[in-house]
């Protein structure tokens, strides 16, 4: 069973250009989430979907957003970037539906430089 | 709000030493907690996990008990190996589907 599949694994932006990564999750998963890693702030949760829907989100500015579509596969968009958005940007997938405890699992990231 | 504080590493043991890695967490209700680990260059892997108290999550000779009455989630292993360098995570879930919250990390160095 393949694992979750991040694109592009590296890339580097100007600062105010915009990027849209992509995802797709472990197949028979609906829930896709996305966090944010870098060294000063560890890992911060960005946003989750399930079934085309956003049913969580983190504290990030509106220049970060996401969707879903109906095949579980996932983007995340940032627009107007910073320097600051210069991050590891992880997604994860579950295919289990409790309200708690569901066991997350994360593909490999995308690297994104802004320079 | 919710959140987990780890012991601040790097940590650096010799092969076959006891590991202990600190964990303590604030949650309103019961969250879930779990140990990931990340290896250099990769995504990170789930551990262990526990949903209730007293629950004790296991694998690969790592193990962690869920303590409500102090708020802790301690991982432990008898004898470290070389191959258990990384970055360990511990990370709360509470009852808000997969929003999850993790502490900033905690890298392990085992020298031979």
């Known amino acids: 069973k393949a694992g979750v599949t991040q694109t592009p694994r590296y890339l580097i932006k100007t600062r105010g250009q915009q990027v849209t990564l992509s995802c797709s999750p472990i197949?028979?998963?609906?829930?896709v989430s996305w966090y944010q890693q870098t060294p000063g702030q560890g890992l911060q949760f960005l946003f989750e979907?399930?079934?085309?829907?956003?049913?969580n989100k983190g504290n990030f500015p509106g220049r970060f957003s996401g969707r879903q579509f109906s095949n579980s596969r996932s983007e995340m968009n940032v627009s107007t970037l910073e320097l600051g958005d210069s991050a590891l940007y992880l997604c994860?997938?579950?295919?289990?539906?409790?309200?708690?405890?569901?066991?997350?699992?994360f593909g490999e990231g995308s690297w994104l430089t802004v320079v | 709000g919710d959140s987990v504080t780890q012991m601040e590493g790097p940590v650096t043991l010799s092969e076959e030493a006891f590991l202990t890695i600190n964990c303590t967490y604030t949650?309103?209700?019961?969250?879930?907690l779990f140990w990931y680990v990340q290896y250099p260059g990769e995504g990170l892997q789930l551990l262990l996990k526990?949903?209730?108290?007293?629950d004790k999550g296991s694998n690969k000779g790592f193990e962690a008990t869920y303590r409500k009455e102090t708020t802790s989630f301690h991982l432990e292993k008898g004898s470290v190996q070389v191959s258990d360098s990384a970055v360990y995570f511990c990370?709360?879930?509470?009852?808000?589907?997969?929003?999850?919250?993790f502490g900033s990390g905690t890298k392990l160095n085992v020298k031979p």
């Open positions: 994860a997938s579950s295919g289990e539906t409790g309200t708690s405890g569901n066991t997350i699992y």
């Open positions: 949650a309103t209700g019961y969250p879930s």
């Open positions: 979907y399930f079934s085309e829907t956003q049913r």
């Open positions: 526990a949903t209730k108290a007293d």
């Open positions: 990370a709360l879930s509470p009852y808000n589907f997969n929003k999850f919250y």
């Open positions: 197949s028979g998963h609906r829930s």
